[in-house]
């Protein structure tokens, strides 16, 4: 399966920024998927989940509140809403999928990978 992330861009602080992640190829519905970032000299790090189904979400201590994870299976698409952003949330932010049974957060789980976006948050 391949993905492609959009929706990045600049923003300042308390505002908001709706992400996309386009996939094509295989059967998009039968796959979890992800979103990681990476800031600037930091690791990349897990922000959310959902599953297959769209049933079941995870999320990272550091937005739960602020970020929603959603999928419409039928435009082979998941959507990550990012509301009250904050300066930290600056980061390149990347889709990927695993075709695991359990949804897991570890990045090592998942088996494809889409391009990163840019979000930048000014202060």
């Known amino acids: 399966v391949q993905l492609q992330a959009s929706g990045g861009g600049l923003v300042q602080t308390g505002g908001s920024l709706r992400l996309s992640c386009v996939a094509s190829?295989?059967?998009?519905?039968?796959?979890?998927v992800g979103w990681f970032r990476q800031a600037p000299g930091k690791e990349r790090e897990f922000v959310a989940a959902i599953s297959w189904s769209g049933s079941s979400q995870s999320y990272a201590d550091s937005v739960k509140g602020r970020f929603t994870i959603s999928r419409d299976n039928a435009k082979n698409t998941v959507y990550l809403q990012m509301n009250s952003l904050k300066f930290e949330d600056t980061a390149v932010y990347y889709c990927a999928a695993q075709s695991s049974w359990r949804m897991t957060i570890r990045q090592f789980d998942y088996n494809y990978w889409g391009q990163g976006t840019q979000v930048t948050v000014s202060s």
């Open positions: 190829g295989r059967t998009f519905s039968a796959y979890h």
